[in-house]
């Protein structure tokens, strides 16, 4: 729904009382088609890396259809979420009473990413587990890991943590050009950060840090790790970048001229989340290990 337009003058439900349910969306299918390519790039990276060979999973072991699953469902989900972005935007406002329907919305987001936290969580959990049991789990002996190059990517990262909090500041208080400013420096910054996050993992597959060249070790499952989590982390970077260039487009449209602006809430507190979960990987991966 458009954050500037005007609240439904439909009549009152029963007994002149709003209908407590009037401000709960209509249904939708983008959900679901989000959540296809959410299931399909984790496998492909797992096959990509060989972390599934010998599963009796027959074709999905082979990295070419892991590679396939990863490019494809990456265009399938910016497909599905810039579709999911337009049909909540172009939404008529149908809520009879707007200040609860802010609040629900910024409480369906913090369920969100109360859900994201536990995935993440399973991660970190396997990541110590392993660790605790297995003394081998960890980079191959004398394997140079992580370094300046990781930290000046955490500080790209937490930087642009700080410029989109200023770019939400600045639109709360109505400095619609300084905001544009910062929400472009965010998404350079996490731009920049995505990309030498793909340069790590192409050192690293280059010096064969892989699960099928380490073969059936500690340093096996540590890379098996590695990948899956700095991963997902990469792939939330990228839906943060969406949702922050959505944001920048409707600002440049002239949208969010009054105070229903939850769409740039939701952006700035995922964007936040994305930011804290990276420094409690740092610290995982590239201090613990």
């Not at 002239?254 to 936040?272: E, K, L």
């Amino acid at each position: 729904m458009t954050d500037h337009a005007p609240a439904s003058t439909s009549a009152p439900a029963h007994g002149g009382h709003d209908d407590p349910m009037s401000h709960v969306p209509p249904g939708s299918l983008w959900p679901l088609l989000v959540m296809l390519p959410l299931c399909a790039i984790p496998f492909g990276v797992l096959s990509f890396t060989g972390t599934l060979k010998g599963s009796p999973l027959g074709p999905l072991t082979d990295p070419h259809v892991g590679l396939v699953m990863i490019l494809g469902g990456t265009a399938f989900l910016l497909f599905a979420l810039m579709g999911w972005c337009h049909q909540v935007i172009k939404e008529k406002a149908i809520s009879h009473d707007l200040k609860a329907q802010q609040k629900d919305l910024q409480l369906y987001i913090l369920l969100f990413l109360c859900a994201e936290t536990t995935t993440f969580g399973a991660i970190f959990g396997y990541f110590y587990h392993r660790t605790i049991q297995d003394p081998a789990f960890g980079p191959p002996h004398g394997m140079h890991f992580g370094g300046p190059f990781a930290a000046y990517a955490t500080f790209l990262l937490l930087s642009s943590s700080i410029t989109c909090e200023i770019a939400h500041h600045a639109l709360d208080h109505g400095k619609r050009s300084l905001s544009k400013m910062f929400f472009v420096i965010t998404l350079l910054l996490g731009g920049a950060f995505l990309g030498m996050t793909g340069f790590e993992w192409g050192e690293l597959f280059q010096k064969g840090f892989t699960p099928l060249a380490l073969g059936e070790n500690g340093s096996s499952a540590f890379a098996a790790t590695f990948y899956t989590g700095t991963g997902f982390h990469a792939l939330h970077v990228t839906i943060g970048l969406i949702m922050l260039f959505m944001v920048l487009m409707r600002l440049e449209t002239g949208h969010f001229q009054g105070t229903r602006n939850f769409s740039v809430v939701a952006a700035s507190w995922y964007w936040h989340f994305v930011d804290v979960v990276w420094v409690l990987l740092f610290i995982t991966v590239y201090v613990v290990a």
